[in-house]
């Protein structure tokens, strides 16, 4: 039974309406759509990690609790923030029951054989974009990952990872701060740290502050190195929860939302990082590139490729110097990317 049995209707009551603002203090984005009347004796809470039919959730205090999933609830992942009671532990240690989720305020999805889109992960609030001088850095297959964070409405934040192997003066140096320079111009946060040295990280972790973020990027720029560097001050929420639960061990391909000090969440997984690289509707490639935007219908055709063809604003405002050329030939590449696939 609930714990909260015991106590008078008024007490549930309040109980209840803290709970809500606990986790909208955690969750600032979001305001749950549940009334404590609703909830009853359930409790909101966000999911963890899925297995299956069962999911690993954690309440508004900050405890984690291995449940059983409700067949009604629907199709849940990491991030969902869900309604759920307790209940008598079984012998499999689950220790309640998810009846419920809230509307999702964005979800990551990934290209599935089987089902076509698969959601894998929901409510992230910022992406963090890695890049580096080694792999050498990007500015093209940065813009993709750009391009697909704004397809789904979250302003990217770029970060420059080894900034430990740049050297202080130089062609390449030149040319990775003329780019960061410019992505800051045109509205985007940029950081600047290195995971081995472990510098630049509590500037890093003060952005992802308050939010759900996700670190995306290409092979090698030092995702994981991230992730591991951030994450041993954190309060991570696997557990043991999953060690005595006999339920065996997660396999690592399953995104797992872990919590940083400052009411910030990580989410992680494999399948995540790959963000980016998946589909994007080339109608939404334009929009994608923010700085375009105010120029978007202003060309002299309708059908305007934004090449060679006349009365072009684009090519007007790269001649102009008000648009940067190298971001319109991304543009491009990215386009033609999509026509070849
Ligand atoms: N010098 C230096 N090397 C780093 C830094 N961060 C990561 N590396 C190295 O870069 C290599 C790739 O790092 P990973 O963390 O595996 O990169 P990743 O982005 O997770 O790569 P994938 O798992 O392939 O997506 C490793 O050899 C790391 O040790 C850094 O700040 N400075
Ligand atoms: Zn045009």
Redesign the pocket.
């Known amino acids: 039974m609930g714990r909260h049995n015991k106590l008078n209707k008024g007490q549930q009551r309040r109980v209840r309406s803290n709970m809500h603002k606990r986790l909208a203090k955690r969750e600032v984005k979001q305001e749950l759509t549940w009334s404590a009347e609703q909830l009853g004796n359930m409790e909101p809470g966000i999911i963890i990690s899925r297995f299956g039919q069962h999911a690993d959730v954690e309440s508004a205090d900050g405890e984690v609790l291995r449940c059983n999933i409700r067949r009604t609830a629907g199709s849940l992942i990491t991030g969902d923030i869900v309604a759920w009671r307790r209940a008598p532990e079984t012998e499999q240690g689950l220790q309640g029951v998810i009846e419920a989720v809230e509307d999702r305020r964005s979800v990551l999805t990934r290209p599935d054989i089987y089902d076509g889109i698969k959601p894998v992960a929901a409510n992230i609030d910022q992406i963090f974009v890695?890049t580096?001088p080694?792999p050498a850095f990007s500015a093209q297959i940065l813009d993709r990952y750009i391009v697909a964070c704004e397809d789904i409405a979250i302003t990217p934040v770029i970060v420059l990872?080894?900034?430990?192997?740049i050297a202080p003066e130089g062609a390449a140096t030149d040319y990775i701060n003329e780019r960061l320079q410019l992505y800051q111009d045109i509205g985007y946060q940029v950081a600047r740290?290195?995971?081995?040295?472990e510098?630049g990280l509590d500037q890093l972790t003060a952005l992802m502050a308050n939010n759900t973020s996700i670190f995306v990027?290409?092979?090698?720029?030092?995702?994981?190195?991230?992730?591991?560097a951030i994450l041993p001050d954190a309060d991570i929420v696997t557990g043991d929860v999953s060690s005595n639960s006999g339920l065996g061990q997660h396999t690592t391909t399953v995104a797992r939302l872990h919590r940083l000090p400052n009411n910030a969440a990580l989410i992680d997984s494999?399948g995540i990082?790959?963000f980016g690289l998946w589909h994007i509707e080339a109608e939404r490639v334009t929009w994608g590139f923010r700085e375009f935007r105010p120029y978007i219908g202003l060309c002299k055709f309708r059908d305007c490729s934004h090449r060679n063809d006349p009365g072009c604003a684009l090519q007007e405002a790269v001649e102009q110097g008000k648009l940067d050329r190298e971001r319109l030939q991304n543009y491009h590449r990215i386009i033609d990317s999509l026509e070849k696939a």
Not at 193 to 197: C, D, I
């Open positions: 890695v580096s080694l990872n080894k900034t430990d192997l740290v290195s995971a081995t040295e510098a990027g290409q092979s090698g720029v030092g995702k994981s190195s991230l992730v591991n494999p990082r790959e």
